[in-house]
C-alpha cells in the first residue's frame, strides 16, 4: 500500500490550500483515511477522517467548519481542503489508512504517507 500526498505550501492567513492524498496497493473499501499534522514540539492529531464506504466523515474540533475532507473514487484519491486558514494549522501534515473504524490516535493507523508542509504566515 502506497499513499502519496501532495499539496502542501506557504500561504497568508485567511487562504486556502487543497491537500491530496493518491492511495494504490489495494482497494480500501473498508478502510478509514485520515489526515493528520504535526506541529513542532507537538503531539501528532488526526485532523479530519473519512470512511471510504459510506462518506461519514469526522473532523476535530479545531478545523471544523474550515477544512473538508472528500474522496474521488476514480481516481482513489482522499482531498483536503482547508479554507480559512489560520498560523496555528502550520504543521507537516500526513495521510494515512486504517482498516477498520475511526481512531484518533495515530498508532492504530497502518499505511502512512510521507508529510507535506503547509505554513501559514500571519
Known amino acids: 500500500v502506497q499513499l502519496q500526498a501532495s499539496g502542501g505550501g506557504l500561504v497568508q492567513a485567511g487562504g486556502s490550500l487543497r491537500l491530496s492524498c493518491a492511495a494504490s496497493?489495494?482497494?480500501?473499501?473498508?478502510?478509514?483515511m485520515g489526515w493528520f499534522r504535526q506541529a513542532p514540539g507537538k503531539e501528532r492529531e488526526l485532523v479530519a477522517a473519512?470512511?471510504?464506504?459510506?462518506?461519514?466523515?469526522y473532523y476535530a474540533g479545531s478545523v471544523k467548519g474550515r477544512f473538508t475532507i472528500s474522496r474521488d473514487n476514480a481516481k482513489n484519491t482522499v482531498y483536503l481542503q482547508m479554507n480559512s486558514l489560520k498560523p496555528e494549522d502550520t504543521a507537516v501534515y500526513y495521510c494515512?489508512?486504517?482498516?477498520?473504524?475511526?481512531?484518533?490516535?495515530?498508532?492504530?493507523?497502518?499505511?502512512w504517507g510521507q508529510g507535506t508542509q503547509v505554513t501559514v504566515s500571519s
Open positions: 494515512a489508512a486504517r482498516n477498520g473504524p475511526y481512531r484518533v490516535t495515530d498508532h492504530e493507523y497502518d499505511y
Open positions: 496497493g489495494r482497494t480500501f473499501s473498508n478502510y478509514v
Open positions: 473519512i470512511n471510504w464506504s459510506d462518506y461519514s466523515t
